[in-house]
T-cell receptor, first 110, second 113 residues
Framework: EDQVTQSPEALRLQEGESSSLNCSYT??????LFWYRQDPGKGPEFLFT???AGEEKEKERLKATLTKKESFLHITAPKPEDSATYLC???????????FGAGTRLAVHP | ETGVTQTPRHLVMGMTNKKSLKCEQH?????MYWYKQSAKKPLELMFV???????ENNSVPSRFSPECPNSSHLFLHLHTLQPEDSALYLC????????????FGNGTRLTVT
């Protein structure tokens, strides 16, 4: 059965303290892995798509990487405005049918 | 107006009521989706429409009834809901090609009393 697991469930960082969020997946035939950011009271906002192992993408303080079994979202020198829930999703076979993880709630304190 | 707009933002309804959620997208996409988001649980896909045709019904109870009159508008009709249906209901749209990212609205927070 296709499955996506995100860890940790919650993460508290001090401003400037770099860290990584993990998304491990078990799917048959990965077509793409997506990262989203969700702020309280809002819908998820698209960040990245990764297609194959070894691929990396960056946006400001965020960098997403992909292996055959997991993806990492690295946050370098985070700021309080990076506080949000980060969601990982995979597309496997099904036409635009994404399987989401439960998310990691990130809190960055000044 | 741009993006994906959902109305209402908040809805409280009794178990015997009938209500509808509305979604409109201004992105020129031709696929639209309904997702359910409950606390600490992954987003659950409910329905998918491609070019106004329903292509996915993810074993959703019949008390939820979707309608897609055109590629820009999507409705979710609700009737005789249960308290466990209380959740954030998210609408999304995308191009119909594989790996096209979803663009989400800000959701309707539904409370069933």
């Amino acid at each position: 059965e296709d499955q996506v697991t995100q860890s940790p469930e919650a993460l508290r960082l001090q401003e400037g303290e770099s860290s990584s969020l993990n998304c491990s997946y078990t799917v048959s035939g990965l077509r793409g892995l997506f990262w989203y950011r969700q702020d309280p009271g809002k819908g998820p906002e698209f960040l990245f798509t990764l297609y194959s192992a070894g691929e990396e993408k960056e946006k400001e303080r965020l960098k997403a990487t992909l292996t055959k079994k997991e993806s990492f979202l690295h946050i370098t020198a985070p700021k309080p405005e990076d506080s949000a829930t980060y969601l990982c999703a995979v597309q496997a076979g099904g036409y635009n049918k994404l399987i989401f993880g439960a998310g990691t709630r990130l809190a960055v304190h000044p | 107006e741009t993006g994906v707009t959902q109305t209402p933002r908040h809805l409280v309804m009794g178990m015997t009521n009938k209500k509808s959620l509305k979604c409109e997208q201004h992105l020129g996409h031709n696929a639209m989706y309904w997702y359910k988001q409950s606390a600490k649980k992954p987003l659950e896909l409910m329905f998918v429409y491609n070019f106004k045709e329903q292509t996915e019904n993810n074993s959703v109870p019949s008390r939820f009834s979707p309608e897609c009159p055109n590629s820009s508008h999507l409705f979710l009709h609700l009737h005789t809901l249960q308290p466990e249906d209380s959740a954030l209901y998210l609408c999304a749209s995308s191009q119909d090609d594989l790996n096209s990212p979803l663009h989400f609205g800000n959701g309707t927070r539904l409370t069933v009393t």
